[in-house]
């Protein structure tokens, strides 16, 4: 190899680590994604910087945490002055693409819900409107037949492929072709029309469109072609493929709705399992007794084990779809002639509660099933089989990619490469850090949840803003979280020290940038 590497990075959204055969799941098949892990570095111990997608997702582009970058619950905008990794490899020469989910900007036209809707005043935040374009994801850019050309460069790529939304109902590039596609489009999308079923689970919905047309899909057949065009060519590229399943809704299309059988899986735990449920569980324990439902489309809530199972079963569905569509890239990246010249990541931007004491999606109740994901490095340099216990997290993959393609970090990255874990490391961080900021009041908070996580080997400590409780979980002892040891006196210097820890993090979370000018 002559040139520097090319780097595949694939993303899923909202997918814990233990739901790939490669981590162990004893029902899902994901064969391809598995061969990956076969022929690279597989983090047990990799953590988001927030279980939040978009906050998240500018975490992973810039290698900030979300109280520094700016991007800090959904809704927000990643501001375009922002620099990114993938700003760097562009300015060394890559060709840089986005294809599918970038979520960098909101991507629906609802207007958020004010804190305090009593304050009119002249002047409404504590910063001037951020100069730029915030409304490229927006529904309103994709509603004529035409493809909506994209202003690029889109926070350092110039080929944007964008898929907005989630499920069968995505919009964005994908809306208007899958208009174009098909003359009967509106009975497609058309919820009277839902394809028969006996399922009863929230959100689960036997979409009419057929695979071929889903949204995984075509974000396949659109990286698939953007990798026959490097054929032959010797500028080195940086392509994120980001797939918008298998989040809910639990939607996959055809063979795949019914792949699975919900008898087939166990959950993780039941509400009675946990010794001492917190607030945030005992109020969706309360929730499900009055009746259950959502505050929102994405507030998480309690389900009976029947209906648990079948958004297992039917995430499982998706998650098969995506590793078949993961099977034919890497192929493309084959019959391209570039696969011994690239280096393949996977990885999830989050997790999802998915079963654990009952519960679905993700909130702001810190467990690990919604802050450890799945990662996946596989190098050209070294395609053996290795697995790792060290403590990685988002913030730290944009460092990695860089030193890998031998260029230094920018200014206030807080990131720190963990490249020597795919040459063989088994250690990278003491602790991390991973925040969690609500835009809404829900999960029995009576404001916007503010939670704040350390992370060690040993150890998961949570503290939640105005809060007289907090969690403290033994790792080793407990890994499925079911005895908060907050309040034990037994674990009161344990406590005192992963305060101690929390603390130096926090002071840390200053924006480094800009460097001063001039000595004074």
């Given amino acids: ?136 994801e927006e529904p309103e850019r994709y509603v004529e037949g035409d493809r909506y050309e994209f202003p690029t460069p889109y926070y ?71 990798l026959a065009n490097t054929a032959d060519k010797d500028q080195p590229f940086f392509a994120f493929v980001s797939f918008s399943d298998p989040h809910h809704p639990f939607n996959p299309p055809g063979k795949y ?54 958004a297992m079963a039917l995430t499982a569905g998706m998650i098969t779809m995506i590793d078949d569509a993961v099977g034919d890239i890497i192929q493309s990246l084959k019959d391209a002639g570039q696969f011994e010249n690239t280096v393949i990541i996977f990885n999830a931007d989050h997790g999802d509660y998915m079963g654990d004491f009952n519960m679905l999606l993700k909130g702001a109740w810190a467990t690990r099933s919604i802050n450890r994901v799945p990662m996946i490095w596989s190098d050209p340099m070294d395609r053996t089989e290795h697995a790792t216990p060290a403590l990685a997290s988002t913030i730290d993959i944009s460092a990695t990619i860089l030193e890998r393609a031998e260029l230094d970090p920018y200014f206030g990255m807080q990131g720190q490469s963990f490249l020597a874990c795919v040459h063989g490391a088994n250690h990278h961080r003491d602790s991390l850090l991973i925040e969690y900021n609500d835009g809404l009041t829900r999960m029995g908070f009576d404001k ?5 996580s350390v992370v060690t080997q040993d150890w998961q400590f949570s503290v939640y803003k105005d809060q007289d409780w907090g969690e403290l979980y033994d790792l080793k002892k407990d890994p499925r979280q079911t005895r908060n040891l907050w309040a034990d006196e037994a674990y009161r210097e344990t406590k005192a020290r992963l305060f101690e820890t929390l603390s130096d993090h926090l002071i840390g979370q200053m924006d480094e940038s800009p460097r001063s000018s001039r000595m004074a």
């Fill in 1 to 136: 190899m002559t040139r520097k590497p090319n780097f595949l990075y694939i993303m899923v959204d909202q997918q814990r680590a233990d739901w790939l055969g490669c981590y162990g799941h004893p029902v899902v098949k994901t064969p391809n994604i598995d061969a990956l892990a076969a022929q690279g570095t597989r983090f047990d111990e990799f953590h988001v910087a927030t279980p939040v997608c978009m906050p998240n997702r500018a975490s992973f582009m810039t290698g900030r945490m979300p109280s520094v970058h700016g991007l800090r619950y959904n809704g927000c905008t990643l501001p375009e002055r922002a620099n990114t990794f993938v700003d760097v490899l562009k300015a060394d020469g890559y060709a840089t693409a986005t294809i599918g989910k970038s979520h960098l900007q909101p991507f629906t036209d609802m207007l958020a819900q004010h804190p305090d809707p009593g304050l009119n005043g002249p002047i409404a935040e504590a910063w001037k409107p951020e100069a730029g374009s915030y409304d490229r």
């Fill in 156 to 226: 350092g790529f110039d080929h944007v492929d964008m898929v907005t939304g989630h499920g069968d109902r995505a919009g964005g590039h994908y809306r208007q072709w899958f208009r174009n596609k098909h003359s009967d489009w509106k009975d497609l999308c058309d919820p009277a029309n839902q394809l028969p079923h006996s399922y009863t689970c929230p959100q689960a919905y036997r979409t009419p469109i057929p695979e071929d047309s889903y949204p995984t899909a075509y974000i396949k057949e659109s990286a698939r072609e953007y």
């Fill in 257 to 310: 709705w019914d792949m699975y059988d919900p008898d087939d899986f166990e959950l993780p735990s039941r509400f009675e399992d946990h010794e001492n449920p917190p607030p945030p569980l005992q109020e969706a324990r309360q929730v499900f007794e009055n009746g259950g439902g959502q505050k929102t489309p994405q507030t998480a809530f309690m389900a009976p084990d029947r209906e648990v199972r079948e």
């Fill in 448 to 452: 916007p949840a503010r939670v704040r």
